[in-house]
């Protein structure tokens, strides 16, 4: 790394992208790619931790939610407003990472990062989010993600903030091997609005590290309109055919596959006994 910069406006920093410099927010990526030898430090460091306007969460005008691109995974964590209409993605921003990972790692590089296994883009997809671009741009999240590692960024725009919809009843869950400083086998979240007889009205299932992206489930989906809690095993295991599952030194295919039902199942439940409350 020769260089480093910290402007901040998101003009200056478009400028210093275009210029050839390299956006970093939290570095948790950035650092860990680096000392595993997966990719070395850029040339040109631009630090958007001085940048104004990319903060904060909040309730927006039109009663969704709006998530500054450098809010953090701990503070999506801790945040009321998140926790009481938006909970699932409490639910995946506390599994990130340690305690120092939430505190510095950011929602708008979790999403630029586009890791298949990324703990936000379940739930971010279930609510239909929105990322919205230095160029004035708004895309939805399952068009953002593009494949494993990539985004639908130009190379001189930033993300300056995640509009979501809502609120509403969702759940993450995820599968793995140990509590704390690990990644999703095998994620899913859930989104459920019922009707006035608690039959369900519409549904959303979204499934992490079992394909290229994070995907949505959209057979399972239409065949839990109408239905009731007792129909979450079916629904769960139609889930499956949204899923391209590789095999890694973390899970076989074949061990990912058989567990995407379990998963979706117990997100499934988890967003029912919200939207009942």
């Known amino acids: 790394m020769t260089g480093f910069a910290a402007p901040r406006t998101v003009a200056d920093a478009s400028a210093l992208l275009a210029a050839g410099g390299v956006a970093v927010a939290g570095g948790t990526d950035l650092v860990v790619a680096a000392r595993s030898g997966r990719g070395a430090l850029p040339d040109t460091l631009v630090s958007l931790h001085r940048?104004?306007?990319l903060r904060g969460i909040e309730?927006?005008?039109d009663?969704?939610?709006r998530i500054g691109a450098l809010a953090t995974h701990a503070e999506l964590e801790r945040s009321e407003i998140v926790r009481s209409g938006w909970a699932a993605l409490a639910d995946a921003a506390v599994l990130v990472g340690s305690p120092a990972t939430r505190n510095v790692g950011t929602v708008g590089g979790n999403l630029a990062n586009a890791s298949p296994a990324m703990e936000l883009g379940a739930p971010l997809l279930v609510h239909e989010a929105r990322v919205e671009s230095s160029s004035g741009h708004s895309l939805?999240?399952?068009d953002f993600l593009v494949g494993p590692g990539q985004n639908a960024l130009a190379p001189a725009e930033l993300i300056?903030?995640?509009a979501v919809p809502g609120p509403a009843a969702g759940a993450y869950v995820r599968l793995e091997y140990r509590r704390a400083m690990e990644i999703a086998v095998v994620g899913a979240a859930?989104?459920?609005v019922l009707d006035g007889a608690g039959r369900i009205e519409a549904a959303r299932i979204a499934l992490a590290a079992v394909a290229p992206t994070c995907v949505r489930a959209r057979a399972a989906e239409e065949s839990l309109r109408?239905?009731?809690a007792g129909d979450f095993a079916a629904a769960a295991e139609l889930a499956v055919e949204a899923a391209a599952p590789i095999s890694d030194v973390r899970a076989s295919e074949r061990y990912r596959r058989r567990q995407i039902p379990v998963v979706?199942?117990?997100a499934l439940e988890r967003a029912w006994e919200r939207a009942r409350r």
Do not use: I, P, S
């Open 63 to 65: 009663g969704g939610l």
């Open 264 to 266: 979706v199942r117990r």
């Open 160 to 162: 300056t903030a995640v």
């Open 51 to 53: 940048v104004q306007g």
């Open 190 to 192: 859930a989104l459920l």
């Open 140 to 142: 939805a999240l399952e």
């Open 59 to 61: 309730v927006a005008t």
């Open 226 to 228: 109408g239905a009731t």
